[in-house]
């Protein structure tokens, strides 16, 4: 039953990512993406990321409260101008480590010949800047 009802959530979550625009293949670095790098990377927030950054980026998925550090908030305008897009891509592929964070961040070795959904994943954590 808590299976279901937390599907079921992740499903909802996902539906209002794809709806925000959060995940546009034009932000962050202005290039166009393929739709379907675009469409898997929604998919794969949803499911590896939204846990603990949450589905609107503020690091406040149902996964944060047991972690330390706390996760990302990718809406916070300090932190989107001090990382470069790089920076981002080489956590999504290297998890916390590759940069000198928490290993709580995991990797995500499988991305490393997407390289068009991991640019789209970048460019949804762009996404949820504050404007």
């Known amino acids: 039953m808590v299976m ?10 996902a539906a209002a990512l794809v709806g925000s625009g959060a995940a546009h293949g034009g932000c962050g670095g202005g290039e166009d993406l393929p739709a379907s790098a ?3 990377a ?3 927030f949803a499911v590896r990321c939204a846990p603990c950054h949450g589905t609107s980026g503020k690091g406040d998925g149902p996964g944060a409260a047991a972690l330390d550090p706390k ?4 809406t916070s305008a300090e932190w989107q101008k001090s990382v470069t897009d790089e920076q981002i891509e080489k956590i ?3 998890g916390g480590p590759a940069v000198g964070k928490s290993s709580t ?6 991305l490393d010949k997407k390289r068009a959904v991991v640019k789209a994943l970048r460019a949804q954590v762009r996404g949820f800047a504050k404007k």
């Open 71 to 74: 996760p990302r908030d990718y």
């Open 42 to 44: 929604k998919e794969i």
């Open 38 to 40: 675009v469409n898997e």
């Open 105 to 110: 961040m995991p990797p995500n070795p499988d």
């Open 92 to 94: 999504i592929l290297g």
């Open 4 to 13: 279901r009802r937390s599907m079921t959530a992740w499903v909802f979550g």
